[in-house]
């Protein structure tokens, strides 16, 4: 067999390692940084990275701030400047809280610092880097098992090795897919014990791109290579012959390519229009304003979006309010449920092995955000410490969808008509990320009564298995094996999605809070007492400890879960509080000693509530890939530390089981689910009694653009 | 003390019988109907009811038809010419279910017949009134135990009746209530064993309306007043003695007149502007076509809102594909959770007891539902046979939120950027019912991707109880007894909400339908098998019987509810489905021997599968009101028929609990609830892959209005 030629190996390995971690990323020379140009970005919204100054304690690091810290890190460890070490991640190494909350508009920054998490002679490393001083003030060592976050030239070093094995070249070949036509991903390794450990390893999976832009669903499968990354060598090789690779016909789905007709009547152009333009101000880059909210907002390496500092004005005296300190998704966990070869280890845990800020590609205007969206750009740091921009990587807008904040409709008073009903306008802050095949859109929405909800929404491919079957007829026993057949050859495999949200509650102020278990008793009446049976009471009940805050949700033994301010008591007595509201829900029933589920732990529940612990940002630890486990929000809340008027974290996971069908298939529908932050006694009462209805008089008037 | 004034009693005695049952009612002289003039409503959309003609088997009854049916009435029974019998409901007797299938447009309607429910002589009556023969065809005289919904004159007349007792003017007067303020309620009686038989009795219980609109916030507590509508006397007077009467000050709800301000920056006017008009057709008054949807929408006097035979468009061929055949709010249940004198009956059914109907007052345009809304009116039957219309009781309106229906990210071809998304519009037909206290919106809305979503939202006023107590740390241990206080003097009664649905699912046909509970089952993998020692496998059980599918959701113990068609295979052979997919919901815990939960038990699972049967059509039976709980879903479904591959229907309960807090006070912000029906394995592929993005040449030009 020819081997195949190297210069076009590079060109479509290349486009692998775009794919997987840097997408919007391009480098330039040395001593600067470049803005990928975007195609659909406004120009408008685009700001000098360059030239920009933090504001605020939270602000991210900016692109002079990240070009400093490569060039302490260099005189730190003579590695940053040859390459041998490289930075994986990097991010403001956030000021105390407290001196957060007492910084005002106009006072001096506390110091600047950049946390950096680096490999460096095969150690990983947790850095502090202190700007003001130019020092490294802090350097651990292997503080836990686990590697870094995966950087692209990890991802590009592992796309590569496959091809010096004869075999895997062979396998290739045998199953007729042109190199040229060659796409392989990089599932992460897991960790499945002490055979795997001391080296970073990684799997290598094929496609073929014959045909389609949506290669994901053409498997190569019965291929599957382990390989180190570290060492740049192939570790093992199954191939366990060939199965058809699924056909191409009807996978596109670029816009102008799939070219079949669509069954349905023509849509009238629709649209959320505010002629006066959006009602909210983003000041200093970050800090936004919006009816009775302000909250701080950044684009976040690993975490994609963070929310911070969250403040809502009193309905009485239009003071600010804490609600939430710091809000994100902590991790995501993505377990398959498939135990064969080529598939055990797919249990990916997306923001602490890939990162969710540099997946998340930049949005697409009226598409992705509706028109008078306002964008925000991602600064992150590449792994030699370059800074780069990701554009329009977040969108801010406001949403009127037709529905109601409240309403009531009387006729008490004879020739007074009461109708009264108010429209809901809420403020979205979004980001999509596609962590490979999968796309997750993260919203977080503001009420003016209150309400913050936090939705994510599952969309893009599925990460489907080759079958020989084409019909399920021919499946006999085997069907339900993997998953559901949802086109010929193609196996939807049966996966969930766990998303764990770290929402750092300051109900009032960051030291008061405790965690109210509202229990829905039910009662039975005294014979006699009553010509009912029985009722539900509620009691309620302080969580002492974080053994206390392990929360699985029960339809039949429901509760309600306040964050109280035992502190800051209402006109009539009650603690300010916040409930927290799940939506529709799923959870994780792998059992607990199965590796995934080790790792993946913070599943275990769905809600906890720990002590405050600056370090414990990161459900699934700080160092996930290949981590052991020993660094999850379940061994912190096993050491059920006092939870009851502290500063407390409250931890909610948000799953889906999928169960994929045809209507999966070839990109997916989006799915939603959310949860809800909602105040429970905070205001004294309906804060938003005094809000005006629309009236004709205001709104827009309109033409059909091709008219005007 | 002086005897109240009649005259300025009836004047608003008046007031609370529009309030619970008549609303836009107004009656004009004997041979004719009215409409109530609505202020707000758009003129351009009023329809000349009094020529209507039917088009569609399903179409509701026109006005001339209900003149048809009272006149046939006068002959059947000379109780409806004189008064004494009364008609408690009235609609379409909807033909046999393949009659309507076969039907096409063009061809002759089946014959027209109503359903009657009546009074007459104390008996309740079932009748079957055919209009083309002039005969009354079927006269069920108290076919299950329970009398129909109540009318207007009912509720007129029991609000009268305490004022014929001293007792109770004295109580009033004593209270230092002015008659002038008195404003008073009926609630419903229940059902509690054998003393209460044999009559209709109904409870009464009186509010101040002194210096607010919002009487709800101002209960008189203690004095509870049951009384026989029948026989128009007072049963029993219970008073408990005096309970401050809470303040009115805070609780006014009118713009304009609550004159609080609201702390919170200007929001500039947004629209979903659609200078084109909407894209969905309304057919003959009735069948909505748009994109790739059609359905017939209907008011109802008891469900308020019905979608029948709505069919989606095969996403390959085009054909229409009938998914739901029928689909409505079949009852509410609304248990409140005090066990004590004057609120231990408050269990409401307000479908019904009431009707969703009448109370679903005119929708308020720009604010109950955006421009470009289309109003559909109700036409209804007074309890003396004359029509009544109910103007702009539904509204249809396209959606388009910024959301997003499907996308991905994707860069692996160099050079080439994909970044393909899809706005998601949608179709909403929505209702707004205030019965009483509570307002219910229900939405059902449609997307192009096959999804259904109904949604029920609640707002309006909390049913409270007066207390003596203005501070929750005067309340000591009695604190959680019938709920929390939510202001001086107010306590929010816990209770929760149950929605049943009846969704007749009839997918690719009435006749060939199953359930199949799609289990996710968690293996354990044998030692040495896998590094992997657990993961969930899919096992699919098709529901025999009735009692195979009295379905209670556990999120341990994860099922998917699939509605297929066995005979209707796709391309790769899954049977065509349809799943219902919970949101977040609340569960009954009443005791199933507890009276409210035996006329309510319908609400003991979530999920129920029935074999069709015409008369199954209201989850609490047909004859709701005092009702023993003989003729509900769960007795028939406890008779256990088979729903293998047969025409079944599915029925889901979305439930509340609801603990009431400060911000419910004076009136609720919305909390809403929903449920999906989504396609499984219905269409081949996702059916929406082709559907353009939004491009901004197609998007409207719009200005404020003020410089237009």
């Known amino acids: 067999m020819a081997e195949p030629s190297f210069a076009r190996l590079s060109l479509f390995l290349f486009s692998f390692l775009l794919l997987f971690a840097t997408y919007s990323w391009v480098f330039g020379p040395d001593s600067s940084f470049h803005v990928r140009k975007t195609l659909r970005s406004d120009p408008k919204l685009r700001v000098d990275h360059s030239s920009q100054q933090p504001h605020h304690p939270l602000d991210p690091l900016t692109v002079q701030e990240i070009e ?13 400047g040859s390459g041998s070490a490289t930075i994986h991640s990097m991010a403001l190494d956030e000021p105390e809280k407290l001196r957060v909350i007492q910084w005002k508009k106009g006072n001096r920054l506390p110091s600047r610092r950049a946390e950096v998490v680096a490999l460096s002679g095969g150690q990983s490393h947790v850095m502090t880097v202190d700007l003001d001083s130019g020092r490294v003030v802090s350097d651990l060592v292997n503080p836990t098992c686990g590697y870094p976050i995966l950087t692209m030239d990890d991802i590009f070093a592992a796309s590569q090795i496959p091809f010096k094995s004869i075999e895997f070249n062979r396998s290739i070949e045998a199953r007729g897919v042109k190199f040229s036509d060659l796409a392989c991903i990089t599932p992460f390794a897991g960790w499945f014990g002490s055979a795997e450990e001391g080296h970073r390893i990684i799997r290598v999976q094929c496609y073929t791109l014959q045909d389609t832009s949506n290669y994901f669903m053409r498997p190569i499968e019965g291929l599957y290579v382990t390989v180190d990354i570290d060492n740049l060598e192939v570790i093992k090789i199954v191939d366990k012959g060939q199965v058809p690779i699924p056909k191409a016909a009807g996978t596109e789905y670029r816009f102008g390519i799939h070219n079949k007709p669509v069954h349905m009547d023509h849509i009238n152009p629709i649209s959320m229009e505010q002629p006066d333009g959006p009602s909210f101000r983003v000041e200093d880059g970050h800090m936004v304003k919006w009816a009775n909210w302000a909250f701080h907002i950044k684009a976040d390496q690993r975490a994609g979006m963070i929310i911070s500092q969250a403040t809502v004005r009193d309905s009485e005296t239009g003071e600010p309010r804490s609600v939430m300190y710091k809000g994100f998704p902590s991790e995501l966990f993505v377990p398959y449920m498939d135990p064969e070869e080529g598939w055990y ?19 697409v205007p009226l598409n992705d955000c509706p028109r008078n969206a306002y964008y925000i750009d991602g600064v992150f740091s590449s792994p030699d410490g370059k800074a780069i921009v990701q554009p329009n990587m977040i969108c801010l807008f406001e949403r009127y969808a037709g529905d109601v904040s409240w309403r009531h409709s009387e006729i008490l008073i004879p020739n007074v008509d009461i109708r ?14 596609s962590v490979g095949n999968y796309d997750y859109i993260f919203d977080w929405e503001f009420q003016t009564d209150g309400l913050i909800r936090a939705t994510v929404a599952a969309s893009g491919m599925l990460m489907v298995k080759g079958s020989p079957y084409e019909n399920v007829d021919d499946l006999g026993d085997k069907e339900d094996d993997a998953g559901p057949l949802i086109s010929e050859n193609v196996i939807g495999v049966v996966h969930d999605h766990f998303i764990t949200f770290h929402l750092d509650m300051d109900v009032d102020g960051p030291m008061n809070n405790s965690l109210v278990k509202v229990h829905l008793e039910k009662q039975r009446v005294p014979t006699g007492k009553s010509p009912r049976k029985s009722y539900l009471k509620v009691k309620k009940y302080v969580a002492k400890t974080e053994k206390d805050a392990q929360i699985k949700l029960s339809l039949y033994d429901p509760y309600e879960f306040h964050i109280v301010n035992p502190d800051r008591k209402s006109r009539i007595g009650n603690p300010a509080g916040y409930r927290i509201i799940p939506g529709g829900n799923a959870a994780s029933l792998l059992d607990h000693d199965d590796p995934p589920q080790i790792r993946g732990a913070f599943s275990n529940n769905q809600i906890w509530v720990t002590q405050y612990n600056r370090s414990e940002q990161y459900a699934g630890g700080v160092l996930v890939y290949q981590s052991h486990g020993d660094d999850t929000l379940q061994v912190w809340s096993d050491r059920d530390h006092s939870i009851e008027n502290k500063d407390i974290v409250l931890w909610y996971t948000l799953g889906f089981h999928h169960v994929p069908c045809q209507e999966d298939y070839p990109v997916m529908p989006t799915v939603a689910a959310s949860f809800e932050l909602k105040p429970a006694n905070f205001f004294e009462s309906n804060p938003i009694l005094g809000a005006a209805p629309f009236f004709d008089k205001d709104l827009p008037v309109c033409k059909p653009f091709a008219s005007s």
Request: proline share 7%; no cysteine; hydrophobic share 40%.
């Open 420 to 433: 009264e009903s108010r429209p809901k306008v809420t403020l979205v802050a979004r980001m999509a990320t």
């Open 68 to 80: 400093r810290v490569r060039t302490i890190l260099s005189g730190h460890d003579p590695g940053f």
């Open 345 to 363: 280890y797919k249990a990916y845990m997306d923001a602490g092995e890939l990162g969710l800020g540099p997946t998340a590609m930049s949005l």
